[in-house]
């Protein structure tokens, strides 16, 4: 029987993001979204380990470890708290021995997995990371180790006179310069080419796991899941009344129907013979690769004109998805079928968004978020990175470029000079974007604010390059004060309690800190508007569109320009 882990935890999002964590290890997940509810839950049904959220709507989760005490039969069971002060709280668990370990918030999906396993028993361990699928299946390989010895033959029997003039070269750049010429070479990738897999071939190794979350609408929307799956970056099919989302690395790259009407939504491919849709609508029905793929594949649509239709059918699918309220749907982890990833694009599941609020009626958007006409409007944390996911019209952009955090709605309106109805509209929009926010009362803004903190700069390795940093920013006008961490764990929860300025990382770390470090400053309604800087040791244009996508406001290359820094230092003063 699965072991059972009682997670009490009252976000949507960081439960979404347990449930990827932990499908492919087989624990079973039973969740409570308060103290209360955790506490009776495990009265009725014992759990393995207790995955314990510090602050909870109803109590402290020294106050849960409390009652569980008192509880014989889950007295003993392991808990791991977590908190994003994990470190500042552990002395308040010291009366109970059961808490074996504190997780910091933001975690990685393989931390969390490991801690738990290490709580339940230590010879728990992760699964083994699948291997990718190879190229060339079982029944091939016979034949394609027979097709390159065909070609190389002849001059492997050459080796042994070769090797009379070798002298004090390097014997393998010595020999594969002779044996691997650009004609054998071609030769053997013709030889090859009909024994790699295709499209169509069928392979165990790339087939999805089984449903790893079910989830219904009217509870948690599909939107919801999507932007757990962005910020873990994981990859697999989302599929709600026979539509599927294929997403890769956290961005949905191409969407289809099993049912080939509903994917087509009456757009029209007029001129195909009959007998060649029947066999795509078929293939359409059974896999979900779209019929449009194939019937381009074969000549019969223009493969242009089809691409841009599937790039169409899915932004429409998306926008089915996400604006769904009711019925259920499922996540399954796995790769996506070559054919997604090869004829789909990622696609701005914000836009989609955007462009369903444009046509949704205006009256009940507008009373949701705008109650009042004298709500000042400010911009929300993380505004840059926000609005770098949209494309807004040019009234959206006027009305924008016109929130100062200090004018009401009514003035906000007035300054626009568009019709109010309009106005309010686009306000709502703003809103339930996150581009802009009702701004809090005096009181709360004084407890949140963050004064002029300083540059934290996270830097390891022996090129000095934090320390530098830290020199020259000591040489401003105005000196900049800064803090220098080591790209580690305990860096997030450093830099999120020194409420910084600006933000310095540099980026070559092998442990994912630059990761951490972005989702807790994206997420955080306090500090989402601090300035966000990647640093990488050359240029690296994959690497640095990465860490654009993960909220970092430049990403700069060695050797760094203190002005840039300035710049960015002054916008945030």
Same mark, same amino acid.
């Given at each position: 029987m699965s072991r059972r882990i009682l997670v009490v935890e009252d976000s949507l999002t960081v439960r979404k993001l347990l449930e990827i964590a932990f499908a492919p290890v087989g624990l079973v997940l039973d969740f409570a979204c308060s103290g209360a509810e955790g506490i009776e839950r495990a009265r009725a049904a014992t759990p393995d380990a207790i995955l314990l959220d510090y602050v909870l709507p109803d109590m402290r989760g020294v106050d849960v470890c409390q009652a569980l005490a008192a509880m014989p039969e889950v007295a003993a069971r392991p808990i791991v708290v977590m908190s994003g002060r994990a470190e500042t709280i552990r002395p308040r668990f010291a009366g109970f021995p059961v808490v074996v370990d504190f997780v910091s918030k933001p975690f990685s999906p393989a931390e969390i997995v490991e801690r738990i396993g290490a709580a339940l028993d230590p010879a728990a361990r992760r699964p083994a990371p699948a291997t990718a699928a190879p190229l060339v299946g079982p029944d091939n390989r016979e034949r394609a180790a027979r097709a390159i010895y065909a070609r190389i033959k002849d001059r492997l029997a050459q080796i042994p006179a070769w090797l009379a003039g070798l002298g004090a070269a390097e014997p393998a750049p010595f020999l594969a310069r002779r044996l691997l010429t650009p004609d054998v070479v071609d030769g053997m990738a013709q030889a090859l080419a009909p024994l790699l897999r295709t499209d169509d071939e069928p392979d165990s190794s790339d087939a999805l796991e089984p449903a790893a979350i079910l989830g219904d609408a009217a509870a948690e929307p599909p939107l919801d899941l999507l932007r757990a799956l962005a910020i873990t970056g994981q990859s697999g099919e989302l599929a709600v009344d026979r539509r599927v989302l294929h997403i890769h690395k956290g961005s949905v790259v191409l969407a289809t129907a099993l049912d080939p009407d509903i994917y087509l939504g009456g757009c029209s491919v007029a001129g195909v013979p009959a007998a060649a849709r029947a066999r795509a609508e078929a293939e359409q029905r059974q896999t979900g690769r779209p019929l449009l793929i194939r019937l381009a594949e074969e000549g019969h649509l223009d493969r242009a004109g089809a691409d841009a239709l599937v790039q169409d059918r899915t932004r429409a699918l998306v926008a089915d998805v996400v604006t769904r309220r009711t019925g259920a749907y499922s996540f399954r982890p796995g790769a996506p079928p070559p054919w997604a990833t090869r004829h789909g694009r990622p696609v701005a599941v914000a836009d989609i968004v955007l462009d369903e609020l444009r046509r949704a009626p205006a009256a009940a958007?507008?009373?949701?978020?705008?109650?009042?006409?004298?709500?000042?409007?400010?911009?929300?944390?993380?505004?840059?990175?926000?609005?770098?996911?949209?494309?807004?019209?040019?009234?959206? $952009?006027?009305?924008?470029? &016109?929130?100062?955090?200090?004018? /009401?709605?009514?003035?906000?309106?007035?300054?626009?000079?568009? =019709?109010?109805? %309009?106005?309010?509209?686009? *306000?709502?929009?703003?809103?339930?974007?996150?581009?802009?926010?009702?701004?809090?009362?005096?009181?709360?803004?004084?407890?949140?604010? $963050?004064?002029?903190? =300083?540059?934290?700069?996270?830097?390891?390795? %022996?090129?000095?390059?934090?320390?530098? *940093?830290a020199e020259l920013l000591g040489r401003r006008g105005s000196p900049a004060r800064t803090l220098q961490l080591a790209p580690d764990r305990d860096a997030v929860v450093a830099a999120v309690a020194a409420r910084p300025s600006l933000l310095v990382v540099d980026a070559q770390d =092998?442990?994912?800190?630059?990761?951490?470090?972005?989702?807790?400053?994206?997420?955080?309604?306090? *500090?989402? %508007?601090? =300035?966000?800087?990647?640093?990488? /040791?050359? $240029?690296?244009?994959?690497?640095?569109? /990465?860490?654009?996508?993960?909220?970092?406001?430049?990403? &700069?290359?060695?050797?760094?320009?203190v002005g840039v820094l300035e710049a960015l230092l002054a916008r945030a003063a």
């Open positions: 958007l507008v009373d949701q978020a705008v109650p009042s006409l004298d709500v000042v409007i400010e911009r929300a944390g993380g505004f840059s990175r926000r609005l770098r996911t949209v494309e807004l019209e040019p009234d959206e $952009r006027a009305l924008l470029a &016109l929130v100062d955090g200090a004018s /009401d709605v009514a003035r906000l309106l007035e300054r626009s000079r568009l =019709p109010p109805a %309009d106005g309010l509209a686009i *306000l709502a929009r703003l809103l339930e974007l996150g581009l802009v926010r009702r701004r809090a009362s005096a009181g709360v803004r004084a407890a949140l604010g $963050r004064g002029h903190g =300083p540059v934290a700069i996270v830097a390891g390795g %022996d090129d000095g390059f934090g320390p530098t *940093l =092998p442990d994912g800190v630059a990761a951490a470090l972005a989702v807790a400053f994206t997420a955080s309604a306090e *500090l989402g %508007d601090v =300035p966000l800087v990647a640093v990488l /040791d050359a $240029r690296d244009p994959a690497r640095a569109g /990465d860490l654009e996508r993960l909220g970092y406001d430049r990403v &700069l290359v060695k050797p760094v320009h």
